[in-house]
């Protein structure tokens, strides 16, 4: 699987796709009733050039860090890329999961683009990109329990304040057993066995003959003895630990500071406790599978919540539209021509 294989993915799965951006589309328009469209129009004509460049170039560092964060443990386990190319490529996967639903689907992506593109072993590139990933966990697990006890202050519904915190935690320990299994082996392995094997008990319903597990078994225990000592190595080293989280920190940093740009830029300056703890449920939103992106959706959520700290839907919105232009237009078209560059660069060989 390659980058051609991402629009072979996109190609195969298109009547899924297409259906959740008309989601998107439904949901942003109810949405946008609600707020106003002219309200949220004027707010953004409002809107300050300085800071619309620097919400930009706010993200463009993030998305520096996040390279040189995924380049420091790669060179830990193998050798990595050069980073304008480990770059693009990060880009390319960010692109097939801004398309669709959900984010789970980056770090397969990220260890099959590696593996196309430079060679390197699957599993040692899926060990590197969910290290990463973990990296990136710790700072939002900090803060999220955080969160969970200062929205028990907040004047809002007893059930607003049990679903958050009940999804903040529970995304918490899903992390940590995670987390936990990649660095167990012998956890790993049976968690794997256990999947592959429904899996192919059924997946053997729809087709003719029989499918042995046994001869799948014993590929499974290699990638994931391969996967699991490269995990291991990535968190364990001292220096790559620290270097990742002190990376994470700063990457999270940026990301407040750049949500917090987004409403300067429209002309609203939100409190700064209830932004961070805003923007932790906003990335918890961003994790489930639902829509590409959780567009729409992650914006619902924030309309409600910035509504406890008297900032109007109108200008969460406005402010919104901003965000998603750094966050996720930018992102998502210079991850389409990556993709398309590896593309052409993976079929070139056998033309």
């Known amino acids: 699987m390659g980058e051609r294989d991402v629009f072979a993915y996109i190609g195969e799965n298109k009547r899924t796709i297409v259906l959740s951006f008309i989601a998107v589309a439904v949901l942003i328009f109810i949405i946008g009733l609600f707020a106003g469209f002219g309200d949220i129009l004027r707010a953004l004509e409002r809107t300050s050039p300085y800071f619309l460049a620097l ?5 463009a560092l993030i ?75 710790i700072p939002f697990a900090v803060i999220s329990i955080l969160s969970a006890v200062l929205i028990m202050t907040w004047s809002i519904s007893i059930w607003t304040r049990v679903v958050v915190s009940v999804l903040i935690f529970f995304t918490i320990a899903f992390f940590s057993a995670a987390i936990y299994a990649g660095m167990n082996r012998d956890i790993a392995q049976r968690l794997a066995l256990s999947v592959v094997r429904r899996a192919v008990e059924w997946f053997s319903r729809f087709r003719k003959g029989d499918v042995s597990f046994s001869r799948i078994h014993e590929r499974v225990i290699f990638y994931i003895n391969r996967f699991s000592e490269g995990f291991s190595t990535a968190i364990t080293d001292k220096r790559v630990f620290m ?11 940026l990301d407040v500071c750049r949500i917090y740009i987004c409403f300067l830029a429209v002309g609203v300056s939100p409190p700064a406790v209830p932004l961070i703890i805003i923007y932790t449920v906003g990335i918890l939103i961003s994790l489930l599978p639902l829509l590409p992106g959780s567009l729409g959706l992650r914006e619902g959520i924030l309309v409600g919540l910035f509504a406890v700290a008297g900032i109007g839907a109108d200008y969460v919105m406005a402010a919104s539209v901003v965000d998603r232009i750094a966050s996720y237009f930018a992102p998502t078209i210079i991850g389409f021509l990556a993709a398309l560059y590896y593309g052409r660069y993976i079929m070139a060989p056998g033309d």
């Open 63 to 137: 998305l520096v860090l996040w390279t040189l964060r995924w380049r420091l443990i790669l060179n830990l386990v193998d050798d990595a890329p050069s980073f304008p190319r480990l770059m693009m490529l990060l880009f390319a996967s960010i692109f097939g999961n801004n398309i669709t639903p959900g984010a789970a689907g980056g770090e397969p992506l990220r260890a099959y683009l590696l593996r196309e593109v430079e060679g390197t072993p699957f599993e040692i590139g899926f060990a590197s990109s969910t290290a990463d990933r973990v990296f990136e966990f």
């Open 55 to 59: 919400n930009f170039l706010l993200e």
């Open 243 to 253: 270097a990742g989280i002190f990376v994470s920190l700063g990457m999270w940093a």
